[in-house]
């Protein structure tokens, strides 16, 4: 497998036989990993290959800097909100990201520290086990963008944390810690920030040993509850891109380069 293709992501070999991938997202600013053109495409196209190589067993998505992720680029964001051919192949790579974690039959395991926003924090809560800094900042931040909660929430976030959290973080665009992220179940693990990796690779390393077979079939069985829940994910992707094409987003983007409370009309 080529991994070398990849830009935006440092992938290298651990664990039990080199059968531990270990992703991470590059900060490209210095600060934090963010997904512009080339990063979105290519964190939905990592799980694939993840899928297809027979000399992995696990998968460790982490990020890298201060943070795990921090959302798309607004150069990215812009242009979604300006050309319709880049919004429909954008919304194609959201889509399949989603699903090829979902159906990646490797399991993954996630290490979140400082923010976690955005395409990231999609693979970072799909995870199969999510492990969290107790200082980490999950937000999900689309309605604060101006664009409805698509990428992910409706497909996971009742399922892990009940609808009455789920829309009162995802309306609100209201900042989860990791402790209390542990605490409602939207995560797995919560621990202190230096054992974040130690534990991630823990677990890693763990799943790694087991029976291949049972843990992936294993998997397999429970992801059926993020498949069930298909409709409303297609529905709300559909949604949040409908927003990129009207005049919130424009309010939204505007906002955030200029640091300043969204005034929506």
């Known amino acids: 497998m080529d991994y070398a293709r990849y830009e935006t992501l440092r992938i290298a070999r651990r664990g039990p036989d080199d059968s531990v991938l270990d992703i991470q997202m590059k900060a490209a600013n210095g600060k934090l990993p963010t997904a512009g053109h080339a990063g979105h495409r290519e964190l939905a196209e990592i799980w694939r290959d993840v899928s297809a190589d027979d000399t992995v067993r696990v998968a460790v998505l982490r990020?890298?800097?201060?943070?795990?992720?921090?959302?798309?680029?607004?150069?990215?964001?812009?242009?979604?909100?300006s050309?319709?051919?880049?919004?429909?192949?954008?919304?194609?790579e959201a889509r399949d990201l989603v699903y090829a974690v979902v159906n990646c039959d490797k399991p993954i395991v996630s290490a979140m520290h400082g923010p976690a926003v955005g395409a990231g924090l999609v693979a970072g809560?799909?995870?199969?086990?999510?492990?969290?800094?107790?200082?980490?900042?999950?937000?999900?931040?689309h309605t604060r963008l101006g664009v409805a909660a698509g990428d992910?929430?409706?497909?996971?976030?009742?399922?892990l944390c009940g609808l009455a959290?789920?829309?009162?973080?995802?309306?609100?665009?209201?900042?989860?810690?990791g402790e209390e992220a542990e605490r409602i179940?939207?995560?797995?693990?919560?621990v202190d920030g230096d054992q974040l990796l130690p534990r991630a690779y823990e677990i890693a390393d763990r799943l790694a040993q087991g029976s291949q077979t049972a843990i992936r079939w294993t998997k397999y069985s429970l992801n059926n509850w993020l498949r069930q829940a298909g409709p409303a994910f297609d529905t709300s992707l559909a949604l949040e891109f409908m927003g990129f094409a009207g005049p919130d987003v424009q309010?939204?983007?505007a906002s955030l380069r200029e640091r300043r409370p969204p005034k929506f009309r």
Do not use: N, T
Request: glycine residues 12%; aromatic residues 8%; contains cysteine.
């Open 63 to 81: 990020g890298e800097g201060l943070g795990f992720s921090g959302g798309g680029d607004l150069a990215l964001v812009q242009d979604m909100a």
């Open 83 to 92: 050309d319709f051919d880049i919004r429909a192949r954008v919304w194609k």
């Open 125 to 141: 809560l799909l995870a199969d086990i999510s492990v969290a800094a107790r200082d980490a900042k999950i937000v999900d931040g």
């Open 152 to 159: 992910h929430a409706a497909i996971v976030w009742p399922l």
């Open 165 to 177: 959290k789920a829309k009162y973080y995802l309306l609100l665009c209201e900042p989860v810690s």
């Open 185 to 190: 179940g939207l995560v797995s693990l919560a």
């Open 251 to 253: 309010e939204g983007i």
